[in-house]
């Protein structure tokens, strides 16, 4: 069991450190400057107008419930893993050595790394830009922005943070929901692409996730009930609540479990791929 653990473990941090110094690295900062540009400048303005400042808690909220956000931070995350898992002849050699059972779950380690890494730089920006303060409740530029400014109800930078979230959920639950939903989100992306590439060891598996994410940003553009077949709404907190009653349109459990079910079927086929590949068969 030790010497499991250890190969796991070395599989992760060996993935994991070649992951972090990949010239690749370099669009999460150019994905951090968007955000800022696109999402936290204007809340900065909204709530300097307003006479207040942000919980810094408030952008990264917002961050995760934009529409714009939730097809660009993906896509950014999908360009950072496009070519794993890295299955070439000598990577074969290596997974013989340590077992593809070690060897996978060293992957999905990596992936869990990897995707609090990215989330965690996401926040820890989103944070630093606020320049807002530490609180667990909404702030007044949030809940009353509206109410002072009524013609501003439905510009762009008003829907950043929809009264779907501040009239309907405590702060620190959007907080964790979020961040959870987001990060159950990239890594059914991820295992799809692992899925694909272990079982044709080609681009289908990054071809499969951009078709599912654009299905799911197309449903939910369109505010079509097949939205929840697709991970995109399901990300997206205040799509689960009207905008005013504090009426769920959508359970969130029902998208903890679905994400739970979607996970739990990808990593099983992840195993049963493997379990079935011939190292002869991959470049």
């Excluded at 690749?24 to 204007?42: H, M």
């Excluded at 714009?68 to 890295?86: E, N």
């Excluded at 961040?179 to 990054?206: D, N, P």
């Excluded at 997206?236 to 903890?256: G, Q």
């Amino acid at each position: 069991m030790r010497e499991n653990l250890r190969k796991i473990w070395g599989v992760a941090r060996t993935e994991f450190v070649g992951w972090v110094t990949n010239p690749r690295v370099i669009i999460l900062g150019v994905l951090l400057i968007f955000i800022k540009t696109l999402a936290i400048d204007p809340l900065t303005a909204r709530a300097e107008r307003f006479g207040d400042t942000m919980i810094v808690f408030e952008p990264f909220i917002a961050v995760a419930n934009s529409g714009a956000l939730t097809l660009f931070i993906p896509l950014v995350f999908l360009v950072m893993f496009s070519d794993y898992p890295k299955l070439s002849k000598n990577s074969l050699f290596y997974i013989s050595r340590t077992g593809k059972t070690a060897w996978l779950c060293g992957q999905i380690l990596f992936l869990l790394m990897a995707t609090a890494a990215f989330l965690g730089a996401i926040f820890t920006a989103s944070m630093l830009f606020s320049g807002g303060h530490f609180g667990t409740e909404w702030s007044e530029a949030v809940r009353k922005y509206a109410a002072r400014f009524p013609n501003e109800a439905y510009n762009f930078d008003s829907q950043l943070l929809p009264s779907n979230l501040y009239n309907q959920i405590p702060m620190m639950t959007a907080l964790w929901q979020s961040g959870a939903l987001l990060a159950m989100y990239l890594l059914t992306l991820a295992l799809i692409i692992y899925l694909l590439k272990i079982l044709f060891s080609g681009s289908e598996g990054l071809a499969g996730a951009l078709l599912l994410m654009a299905l799911g940003t197309a449903t939910t553009s369109l505010y079509s009930p097949i939205k929840w077949a697709f991970p995109t709404a399901n990300t997206i907190i205040w799509l689960h609540y009207e905008e005013i009653l504090r009426t769920e349109i959508y359970p969130v459990w029902a998208s903890f479990l679905y994400f739970g079910v979607l996970l739990a079927a990808l990593i099983a086929g992840n195993f049963l791929a493997l379990k079935r590949m011939k190292f002869t068969e991959a470049s």
